[in-house]
């Protein structure tokens, strides 16, 4: 098959009759709208699949910052369950001290 180039200037040389321009001009005519339309089509999708990503990727950014806020409360509980429990252990340390005759 001839390279689009070469088919091109080939089709250049060759001497076309009236009727023929015409089919010819009606061929060109037709696949530049089908190649617009196709390419709209194809930009429309683009445009749509973008949307669905940036929302997906919203929903994640969202879901991570729900995450990060869970953790940091979970770590604050856990602080707060270690600081009792030293409190507590020392509690018992003092009531042994005063339960000690002396």
């Given at each position: 098959m001839l390279g689009s180039h070469r088919y091109w200037t080939y089709l250049q040389g060759v001497h076309f009759r009236e009727?023929?321009?015409i089919f010819f001009s009606l061929f060109l005519s037709y696949f530049k709208d089908e190649f617009a339309q196709n390419t709209v089509e194809e930009n429309t999708q683009m445009k749509k699949e973008l949307e669905e990503?940036?929302?997906?990727?919203q929903n994640l950014v969202k879901e991570y910052s729900r995450l990060e806020q869970r953790y940091d409360n979970l770590r604050d509980e856990m602080t707060i369950i270690k600081v009792m429990k030293l409190k507590l252990a020392l509690f018992c340390c003092v009531l042994d001290l005063m339960e000690v005759p002396g």
């Amino acid at each position: 098959m001839l390279g689009s180039h070469r088919y091109w200037t080939y089709l250049q040389g060759v001497h076309f009759r009236e009727d023929d321009h015409i089919f010819f001009s009606l061929f060109l005519s037709y696949f530049k709208d089908e190649f617009a339309q196709n390419t709209v089509e194809e930009n429309t999708q683009m445009k749509k699949e973008l949307e669905e990503e940036r929302s997906r990727y919203q929903n994640l950014v969202k879901e991570y910052s729900r995450l990060e806020q869970r953790y940091d409360n979970l770590r604050d509980e856990m602080t707060i369950i270690k600081v009792m429990k030293l409190k507590l252990a020392l509690f018992c340390c003092v009531l042994d001290l005063m339960e000690v005759p002396g």
